[in-house]
C-alpha cells in the first residue's frame, strides 16, 4: 500500500525559499511518476512538478527557474526545493503518484491520472 506524507511547508516572505520533503512508501520508484500539486483556495489542483522514468522532469511554466523537483529512492522521498517565492506560490502543498503510464508522467497535468496523495502541506508566501 503506498502512503505519502508531507512535511516542509510554513510561512516565508516574498523571495525566500522553502524544501518540501514527502516520504513515500510502497513505491516502485523505477515505474512510478511523483509529483507535486498545489492547491490555493477555491482553485483547482494544479501540478507544478513531476519527476518520472530516468528522473525526467516536467514543471509548470509559473514556477520553471524556480522550484526543483527531486527523489531519493534509498530514502524513499521525493523533494520539491522552491526558490525565489512569490504570494502567488501560496496554497495547500500535496504530493501524488500516478502508476498508470508505466513510470512515465503524463503530459496532461490533471490530477485524474493519479492514484494516491498526500494529506498536504501548506505554504503561505507574503509580503
Known amino acids: 500500500q503506498v502512503q505519502l506524507v508531507e512535511s516542509g511547508g510554513g510561512s516565508v516572505r516574498t523571495g525566500g525559499s522553502l524544501r518540501l520533503s514527502c516520504v513515500a512508501s510502497g513505491v516502485d520508484y523505477g515505474n512510478t511518476c511523483m509529483s507535486w500539486f498545489r492547491q490555493a483556495p477555491g482553485t483547482e489542483r494544479e501540478r507544478v512538478a513531476a519527476i518520472g522514468r530516468d528522473d525526467y522532469v516536467q514543471y509548470a511554466d509559473s514556477v520553471k527557474g524556480r522550484f526543483t523537483i527531486s527523489r531519493d529512492s534509498a530514502k524513499h522521498t521525493l523533494y520539491l526545493e522552491m526558490n525565489n517565492l512569490k504570494s502567488e506560490d501560496t496554497g495547500m502543498y500535496f504530493c501524488?503518484?500516478?502508476?498508470?503510464?508505466?513510470?512515465?508522467?503524463?503530459?496532461?497535468?490533471?490530477?485524474?491520472?493519479?492514484?494516491?496523495w498526500g494529506q498536504g502541506t501548506q505554504v503561505t508566501v507574503s509580503s
Open positions: 501524488a503518484t500516478s502508476n498508470q503510464f508505466r513510470g512515465y508522467c503524463p503530459r496532461d497535468p490533471s490530477e485524474k491520472w493519479y492514484d494516491y
